[in-house]
């Protein structure tokens, strides 16, 4: 399981990647009680900007945990599943 530190880490890190400026975990629930809805359900990101944020993240956990790769990626890819922006699909 995430810590909570580096849960904020990479809350911080997915709004950055979306044009949004928060510096703690605060401001999301801050954003979350401006729109009426949880946060991660209020903007999109393409699947390329989802790889690389996964890509971060692992790298993230790897270095600030004594997991193995196959852990660190699954972690990544529970918490995108979980808390990561919707995906935008182009047609």
Not at 15 to 21: F, M, P, Q, S, T
Not at 33 to 57: I, Q, R, S
């Amino acid at each position: 399981m995430i810590t909570d530190k580096l849960y904020e880490t990479a809350v911080i890190e997915m709004a950055k990647r979306v044009g949004l400026n928060w510096e703690s975990y605060e401001d999301a629930l801050a954003y979350s009680k401006e729109h009426g809805t949880v946060w991660y359900n209020t903007l999109e990101w393409t699947e390329e900007d989802m790889a690389d944020f996964k890509d971060w993240l692992i790298k993230l956990l790897r270095k600030e945990t004594k997991w193995s790769k196959k852990k660190c990626d699954w972690e990544a890819g529970v918490f995108i599943l979980c808390y990561g922006w919707r995906t935008k699909y182009e047609s």
